[in-house]
């Protein structure tokens, strides 16, 4: 039988990819001390990874795909296949930015005044091509981890990770310029990626995964209401949706079905009741395929 070898992201993204994997329809058990963790499909065999050297391992062909940050595709500078973009990270559907950050006392008011000084940071080759494109000559070192705390003994500046910047403002620390802008993506090997089986079976894995993405703010609402009054809660509705209205027994009423932004349903509903709407029926969603 034919197997797709996936990467897993091990670390930050583990928690929100395993849920995504759920949401999709495949469900991914986890042991504290495995990093082959068995999941409901036949066809897949996982192993858990460190985003950062996720594709290194798609591009040797020891996995045939995998989850990680564009940024750590062009950190290791890897030759894989970019399969599609998906659009989650650690703590919700927004991109991650690396920034510079220096501390907040400290003059520092764009790269160009840090000629000469040292930075630390994990994407050490993603920073001195950022300081090349200024003209700006300083010492990248690497950060083993716990970067917010190496300036101002141990470095000038930082070039750190943040969704929130919550962790950079508790370290007092104050962003002076975005480096890269990242967001999560499937990547797969070349080889891999042209394999009849393989490319079709990745195809649907990303396909569902990024239905389950698309289902994450929105939520279906069901309801019926007599005819007369189907104008005023069609004007309710967002106006670019396009609902499903369907006959019932009773030749007076329909029923309408639609798919709706989730933080607007608070406000909607009790403006669907006022317009003559009954029964409604607000429900999860797990994917939404266009």
């Known amino acids: 039988m034919s197997l797709l070898r996936l990467g897993i992201p091990k670390g930050s993204l583990q928690d929100a990819t395993l849920q995504l994997f759920a949401r999709a329809g495949w469900r991914i058990s986890l042991s504290s001390r495995s990093y082959f963790p068995a999941i409901d499909d ?5 192993m858990m990874v460190r985003a950062q050297e996720m594709a290194r391992y798609v591009e040797t062909g020891a996995l045939d795909a995998g989850i990680t ?27 991650v930015r690396w920034v510079l950050a220096v501390p907040e006392e400290e003059p520092v008011q764009s790269v160009k005044d840090l000629e000469g000084k ?6 050490v080759n993603l920073t001195k091509k950022y300081l090349a494109r200024h003209g700006v000559n300083a010492r990248v070192e690497f950060s083993w981890g716990a970067t917010e705390v190496k300036v101002p003994q141990l470095a000038d500046a930082i070039v750190e990770v943040t969704e929130t910047g919550s962790s ?18 499937f990547i797969a090997n070349r080889a891999a990626a042209k394999d009849p089986w393989k490319r079709e079976k990745i195809a649907n894995v990303v396909l569902l995964l990024s239905g389950a993405i698309a289902a994450y703010s929105k939520v279906g609402i069901m309801l019926n209401v ?4 189907l104008p005023a809660v069609l004007g309710v509705l967002p106006a670019l949706k396009n609902p499903t209205v369907s006959t019932l027994s009773d030749p007076d009423w329909v029923a309408v079905n639609t798919i709706v932004d989730e933080d607007i349903v608070r406000s909607m509903i009790p403006r669907l009741k006022a317009a003559g709407a009954q029964g409604i029926v607000e429900y999860p969603l797990n994917k939404i395929v266009l």
């Open 42 to 46: 036949p066809e897949i065999n996982c």
């Open 69 to 95: 940050g564009r940024d750590w595709v062009a950190e290791t500078g890897a030759d894989v296949a970019e399969i599609g973009e998906l659009l989650y990270s650690k703590q919700s559907l927004a991109p």
């Open 118 to 123: 040292v930075i630390a940071t994990e994407v």
């Open 168 to 185: 950079l403002r508790a370290h007092r620390l104050r962003i002076v310029d975005t480096v890269l802008e990242s967001r999560t993506v």
């Open 226 to 229: 007599r005819k007369e009054c």
